[in-house]
């Protein structure tokens, strides 16, 4: 069953606006993480954000984790043309032993127009 | 540094072929991850090694799936027989311990 659910599944802006990505999973998780993808590329890793945490900065980027509705945001500020990518969070399942594993959304797929 | 190594980058082959892919990781990582990539159904998690040893190979759909890793620096996955629906992007990541994972740049493979 899939943990993470994105949305919206895509999201067209302008560059210089920001774009909002939203995730929701279902389980208690020890962190969650999200991820960009290139056309044709490997997923590459932005920003890990903990459970105890509720807001973390990396850049233009803003992660913020609500541990009580089982919710995650990204922010990305100003956006650039090359910010268009698929932006993927995963999950891990916290259980009696945390494993590594992790769960994959569908991702948000973001097109920034020049 | 080199990151994690995937090849061949695509592969065309006939349905029933014996199809094999392989993997590098990053040197120093205990973990190593396979997934499949497809439209319909997302990034799936195959199986996945820590310390070279198989800890979950829940996700590895059929018993015509088979992953090895024989050693820190190199692992495969193999499809015997392949099948039109094996047609997907499968990547390859690695970690270290908790750590987020790095990932290949995937390999592109259709069965006709």
Redesign the interface.
């Known amino acids: 069953s899939q943990q993470g659910e994105e949305d919206p599944q895509a999201l067209s802006i302008q560059e210089g606006e920001n774009a909002t990505m939203n995730c929701s999973y279902k389980t208690s998780i020890n962190n969650l993480q999200w991820y960009r993808q290139n056309s044709g590329r490997g997923l590459v890793h932005l920003i890990l954000i903990r459970s105890n945490e509720r807001e973390k900065h990396s850049g233009r980027l803003r992660v913020t984790l609500d541990t009580s509705k089982k919710s995650s945001s990204l922010l990305i500020t100003a956006s650039r043309a090359a910010d268009t990518a698929s932006y993927f969070c995963a999950t891990d399942n916290f259980g009696s032993s945390n494993t590594g594993k992790l769960i994959f959304g569908q991702g948000t797929t973001l097109q920034v127009k020049p | 540094d080199a990151g994690?190594i995937q090849s061949p980058r695509h592969e065309v082959t006939e349905m029933g072929q014996e199809v094999t892919l392989r993997c590098k990781p990053i040197s120093g990582h205990d973990?190593l991850?396979w997934y499949r990539q497809t439209m319909m159904r997302?990034?799936e998690?195959l199986i996945?090694f820590?310390n070279n040893v198989p800890?979950?190979d829940s996700g590895m759909p059929e018993d015509r799936f088979s992953a090895k890793m024989p050693n820190a620096s190199f692992s495969t996955l193999k499809i015997q027989p392949s099948e039109p629906r094996d047609s997907a992007v499968y990547?390859c990541?690695s970690?270290f311990?908790?750590q987020?994972?790095?990932?290949?740049?995937?390999t592109r493979l259709s069965i006709l």
């Open positions: 994690v973990y991850f997302g990034l998690l996945y820590n800890i979950d990547f990541a970690s311990s908790w987020p994972q790095h990932f290949g740049d995937g």
